[in-house]
Every structure is written in structure tokens, then in C-alpha cells.
């Protein structure tokens, strides 16, 4: 028994001793390679990534342009694995498409409440504004955070602000990027959103990264990004 203990323990220590969690994601490997070189932005890239295995086309491949003072990154869901900018990916379906990511030289503008919002709700100390005929949008403003919420029907703008706040609040509302300005905006349900986190970094860039699926992994995946060279 206490042999298998022993063994037990040191299979953990080599898993733990190898395992590497800010590592980029595999799929991107090859491109944290190239593509600082051939842009002037400080590129982020994420260290999770969660692939949506309970989908026919569960594997993540990817587009990726680069500009003087730009980058872009298309995901894209595929039937089976494709090296970046494979020829294969350059007229997908556009149901393949499941987001993207981009950075580039600029500031941003924040937009301010709608004139025609009332109050709604409170939400752990942020208020809730709500468009008064078509109440399927809602607007609120906490810190550098601009966020809009748009359900189908009934509550489910709520549902999406009770999602979006309970991942941002595991992430630390993602005090740990530096954002300047911040807009997100959410769009479908909670489990299968589109959302849109976009910020402005405090040295003058703008990242945005979409994401169709859960609400929380799109958090979770922006909280991953880390800055390669």
C-alpha cells in the first residue's frame, strides 16, 4: 500500500513538473513564432482554451494576418486539425466561424447610457439599465467597463449580465490587463452567446476578442492572454 502511495506521488510530481499552464494554446504555437515579428503590437495570445467537443467540427484552427500596426486572428471550427493559414481555411462556412481575436494602434470612445434607458435592477452594486419598450436590452457601467446585454426574451438579458458577472468576478474583472476603456457586449443566451469583450490598453492599444459559446470560457480566455515576443 505504501509502495502504491509512493508511486502514486511521484507520477504527480513529474505531471506537475512538465505541465506548463502558461504555455500558448497548441493551436497557436506555430504562430507565437512568426507573428510578433511582423507587427508593431504587442501580441497576446491565450494559455486556455477549452475546445467544444460536444460539436461535429470540435477542432480550433485558425486564419492570421498581420499588419504594420495590426494583427488579426480568425478561429475557425473544423471536422479535423489544419496548420494555421492552411489554404484550406481561407473560404470556410460561416457557420465555422466561432470568433476572433485582433489587436492594433488606437484609443477608444465610451459610449454612454442611452437616453431612453430606465432603471432596472441593482447587480452586486451596479446598476441595471433597461430599454423601457423592447426590454430585451440592458445597459450598465462598472469601472472602465461599458456592457450591453441583449436577450431574445424575457429575462434572458439578465441571465447574460448574472453570467458575465460571476465570471468576471472569478477573473478579478480583469484588473490584471492594464484596460484603460472596456466594452462588452453580449448577444444570444448564456450558453450559446456571442460575446464581444473589446479594451484599451493604458500605452494605447485596442484588443478584441469574440467568441461564440459559453459566456464564461470567452472570460476565461481573455483572463488566459498573455503577451508574446
Known amino acids: 500500500m505504501k509502495k502504491l502511495v509512493l508511486l502514486s506521488f511521484i507520477g504527480l510530481f513529474y505531471l506537475t513538473a512538465f505541465t506548463k499552464p502558461n504555455e500558448v494554446v497548441p493551436f497557436l504555437r506555430s504562430v507565437q513564432k512568426g507573428l510578433p515579428e511582423n507587427t508593431n503590437v504587442p501580441v497576446l495570445l491565450p494559455t486556455y482554451w477549452k475546445e467544444q467537443t460536444d460539436k461535429p467540427k470540435r477542432h480550433t484552427a485558425v486564419k492570421v494576418k498581420a499588419y504594420e500596426n495590426g494583427y488579426v486572428i480568425y478561429f475557425l471550427s473544423m471536422d479535423k486539425p489544419y496548420r494555421a493559414n492552411d489554404p484550406a481555411l481561407f473560404h470556410p462556412k460561416e457557420s465555422s466561424t466561432n470568433g476572433e481575436l485582433s489587436g492594433y494602434v488606437g484609443t477608444m470612445t465610451p459610449s454612454g447610457r442611452p437616453s431612453d434607458f430606465v432603471f432596472y435592477k441593482k447587480k452586486d452594486g451596479v446598476t441595471l439599465w433597461i430599454q423601457p419598450w423592447i426590454r430585451s436590452i440592458i445597459y450598465a457601467k462598472r469601472g472602465p467597463w461599458t456592457m450591453r446585454f441583449d436577450g431574445d426574451k424575457g429575462d434572458e438579458p439578465y441571465q447574460q449580465a448574472d453570467e458575465l458577472f460571476k465570471a ?34 493604458s500605452d494605447g492599444f485596442v484588443y478584441h476578442f469574440s467568441y461564440k459559446g459559453p459566456i464564461k470560457e470567452a472570460v476565461k480566455i481573455v483572463d488566459s492572454l498573455k503577451c508574446v515576443k
Not at 462588452?184 to 460575446?195: F, H, M, V
Open 168 to 201: 468576471m468576478k472569478k477573473a478579478h474583472w480583469l484588473k490584471s490587463k492594464a484596460i484603460h476603456e472596456g466594452d462588452i457586449t453580449i448577444l444570444g443566451t448564456r450558453r450559446e452567446a456571442y460575446t464581444s469583450i473589446s479594451w484599451e490598453t
